[in-house]
Nanobody, 122 residues
Framework: VRLVESGGGLAQAGGSLRLSCAASERTFSSYSVGWFRQAPGKEREFVAAITWRGDKTYLSDSVKGRFTMSRDNDRNTVYLQLNSLKPEDAAVYFC????????????????WGQGTQVTVSS
C-alpha cells in the first residue's frame, strides 16, 4: 500500500489545516489508518486513528476536541482536520496503515507515507 500525505503547511496559532492521506490500494477499506507526528528531537507520537470501517476514531488526549479524523473509502483517502492549532502541534505528520485492527502503536503499522510538515506560528 502506497500512502501519500498532503495538506501540510504554515498556519497561525488558532488556525486550521486539513491533512489528506491518499492510498494506492483498492482494498484500502480493509485497512485501519493512524496519524502520527514527530517534532524535531522528539519521538514519534500517536495522534489519531480510524477503524477500517470508519465507524470509530481514536484521538490522543493532546488533540482531543481540536482534531478530527475521517475517511472516504470511495476515494481511498483519509483526512485529519486540525483546528485550534497550537505551536506544540508543529511536526511532521505521517499517516500509516495496517490490515483491519486499529491501533495507537506505531510499531503495529506496516505501511507509511513520507510525511507532511505542519508549522504553526505563534
Amino acid at each position: 500500500v502506497r500512502l501519500v500525505e498532503s495538506g501540510g503547511g504554515l498556519a497561525q496559532a488558532g488556525g486550521s489545516l486539513r491533512l489528506s492521506c491518499a492510498a494506492s490500494e483498492r482494498t484500502f477499506s480493509s485497512y485501519s489508518v493512524g496519524w502520527f507526528r514527530q517534532a524535531p528531537g522528539k519521538e514519534r507520537e500517536f495522534v489519531a486513528a480510524i477503524t477500517w470501517r470508519g465507524d470509530k476514531t481514536y484521538l490522543s488526549d493532546s488533540v482531543k476536541g481540536r482534531f478530527t479524523m475521517s475517511r472516504d473509502n470511495d476515494r481511498n483517502t483519509v483526512y485529519l482536520q486540525l483546528n485550534s492549532l497550537k505551536p506544540e502541534d508543529a511536526a511532521v505528520y505521517f499517516c500509516a496503515a495496517k490490515y483491519y485492527r486499529v491501533s495507537n502503536d506505531s510499531l503495529e503499522y506496516d505501511y507509511w507515507g513520507q510525511g507532511t510538515q505542519v508549522t504553526v506560528s505563534s
